[in-house]
């Protein structure tokens, strides 16, 4: 720790604003060159940040082992989908049972769409926060899974609000580069201001050693509500950028594994940092994208590769385990990637390596 | 001056079959430094988790300055102006020494409201940052851990994370402070540093202390009133020099003289 460079608060807003409109420039330039394919993916990196730092201020910084983030993700998709998808569109989906009142008068545009969904989702992490949170350590990741399945099987059912199994079709692709990382930027923002201040603390607190929280006047209850309650609406959020990516949902896309595959990018990223979250969301998106060529034929030197459909979950999960063993507390651990940070081991490497 | 801060009427709490506090009664002026001993399980920490609002008393009543604390929360008494550190050191170990005391005063934040002012910077909630580490920082200088604001608590040695732990319940503005045994695992010489710090900090905050502790000399050393308890029971109430002479005391830690 002594190693670390301090550079001046002027020197670092500086280099973050040069590094934010670098960013921008890069999204500007992707926007109009990029391939389509390309653009999917840099809207998918986007939308994995946001799933995985809301998730990670829950799970890693207050504590709360929950499972139960792909049913917010649910939520805030079908909120999204039924306030954007035109009305044409929605008597066409709804074979079985017509779509009720009011979602069938309305069409609205994008970021309030979005806005709602994040609100609509935080309002059920406040309504499911209160019972579950009064469970501790393996019967709350318990009781949070069963929620995120519960909710899916209600998006199952519910064929008058969700069309049910049929899913629905032919949403409006209103997710575009600036969009998503706009998004992924208020999302980081917002967490990482939150971690820094004094309720971050408190919450690090909460992680730590509960009672001696409450000890130091830390009404935990609350906190944790709080925690899951912001987590929750930027799960919703991100669903909804979701939905407007991929243009098609249905019940079968909110599976746990969903839940799972975004657990994955915070542990892999280190549980309890928000940068070791952006760096796992884009290391599982892109690494999941390398590893297609696994699905598909192909030959090296005189041995032919048939193409297995799956494999690369397998070799994914088998690169996951091997990283796991070297680097147990994931990338970052708890360590957050500063302009000290990387101030210090550029001049580290300047020096040839010496100290 | 001799206003009574905490006084506990006939409170009692029961385990199942086992009654950890039998209608203890007692009380605490201002200023005062007073010691609470007895064997091993005789309810000496269950009484300060009473007093904290970690256990509900079943009988009695636990009044802090008018404040009836019967029913509270933990978090609300410690508001009020009580503070404790536990036997087993309970730091926020993965948090660096100037964190744990800063932690301690978010407590002076009332509303979950404020939040939004701290996610979107505004001046009042950066004001409150900035005088919240001032305010860390003076107390690890008056404590001697100003050197180790930005280590690890877990890093610190023994010692030093009991001050800690004394430093961050001094951070929360307490009026009374519990001590669950401060002295336990020092060394003679680190035992008596500790009971001078003790001292030092009671006259500086202004505060009323209660120390549990086995060790004789720091009791007999700094504390101006003693209770003796011993299967829940409060056995004896004095002087250290009354208790020391006092037949029950010495029966309770000694056992009885058997009679040939």
């Known amino acids: ?355 | 001056m001799n206003e009574v801060v905490l006084e506990l009427k006939n409170v009692t709490k029961r385990f199942g079959g086992l009654t950890a506090v039998d209608k203890f009664s007692g009380y605490i002026k201002k200023g005062e430094l007073v010691g609470l001993i007895g064997p091993n399980g005789a309810g000496k920490t269950t009484l300060f988790n009473l007093i904290t609002g970690m256990y509900e008393p079943d009988e009695g009543e636990m009044l802090f300055f008018s404040n009836r604390l019967n029913g509270l929360k933990p978090h609300q008494i410690t508001r009020l102006g009580i503070a404790r550190t536990f036997q087993n050191i309970r730091l926020f170990s993965d948090m660096t020494v100037l964190e744990n005391v800063m932690v301690a005063q978010h407590c002076k934040l009332h509303s979950m409201f404020s939040m939004f002012s701290f996610v979107f910077k505004i001046p009042s909630a950066l004001k409150f940052e900035r005088n919240v580490r001032v305010h860390s920082e003076k107390l690890l200088e008056k404590v001697g851990l100003l050197s180790f604001a930005n280590e690890k608590a877990s890093a610190l040695p023994y010692g030093l994370q009991r001050k800690l732990e004394i430093a961050r319940a001094l951070a929360t503005e307490p009026k009374l402070l519990l001590l669950d045994e401060p002295a336990a695992g020092m060394n003679p010489q680190e035992t008596s540093e500790l009971m001078d710090f003790i001292k030092t900090i009671r006259d500086e905050f202004g505060l009323s202390i209660i120390v549990i502790e086995h060790d004789m000399k720091v009791i007999m050393g700094i504390c101006e009133r003693i209770y003796v308890m011993d299967y829940g029971k409060l056995i004896a109430e004095g002087t250290p020099k009354q208790i020391q002479s006092n037949p029950l005391v010495i029966k309770a830690y000694l056992g009885e003289e058997v009679l040939l």
């Open chain 1, 1 to 355: 720790m002594g190693m670390v460079k301090r550079l001046s608060v002027k020197t670092k807003t500086v280099l973050t604003i040069l590094f934010v409109v670098l960013m921008a420039l890069l999204i500007a330039i992707a926007d109009r060159k990029a391939s389509d394919y390309l653009v999917l993916i840099l809207n998918l990196i986007a939308i994995n940040i946001v799933f995985a730092v809301s998730l990670n201020l829950i799970n890693g910084i207050t504590g709360i082992f929950s499972l139960g983030h792909a049913g917010f993700i649910a939520i805030g998709a079908y909120t999204s989908v039924l306030l954007t998808l035109p009305i044409e569109q929605k008597e066409m989906s709804y074979l079985i049972k017509p779509l009720i009142y009011p979602f069938n008068r309305i069409e609205l545009p994008f970021l309030p769409a979005v806005l709602i969904a994040g609100l609509v989702s935080a309002g059920f992490g406040y309504l499911v926060a209160a019972p579950s949170l009064r469970l501790i350590g393996d019967y709350l990741a318990i009781a949070t899974l069963g929620l995120g399945e519960t909710i899916r099987v209600i998006a199952n059912n519910a064929w008058s609000i969700t069309n049910g199994a049929l899913g629905l079709k032919g949403i409006p692709p209103y997710t575009n580069l600036y969009w998503s990382w706009g998004w992924a930027l208020i999302t980081v923002v917002t967490v990482a201001s939150l971690v820094n201040s004094s309720y971050g603390r408190a919450l690090k607190a909460i992680r730590e050693d509960s009672i001696a929280a409450k000890a130091m006047g830390i009404n935990v209850f609350s906190h944790q509500v709080m925690s899951f309650v912001v987590g929750s609406f930027f799960a919703g959020v991100g669903g909804a950028l979701w939905a407007h990516l991929i243009t098609t949902i249905d019940p079968k896309s909110f599976t746990f594994t969903k839940t799972f595959e975004i657990l994955i990018m915070v542990v892999l990223g280190g549980l309890g940092s928000i940068s070791g979250s952006i760096i796992g969301a884009a290391i599982y998106t892109v690494g999941l994208e390398f590893l297609r060529v696994l699905e598909s034929p192909f030959k090296v030197w005189f041995i032919n590769y048939p193409g297995v459909p799956g494999m690369r979950m397998v070799v994914l999960s088998v690169l996951l385990i091997v990283l796991m063993l070297f680097w147990q507390r994931g990338i970052m651990g708890r360590n957050e990637l500063s302009w000290d940070l990387v101030a210090s081991s550029f001049s580290k490497f300047k020096r040839g390596g010496k100290r």
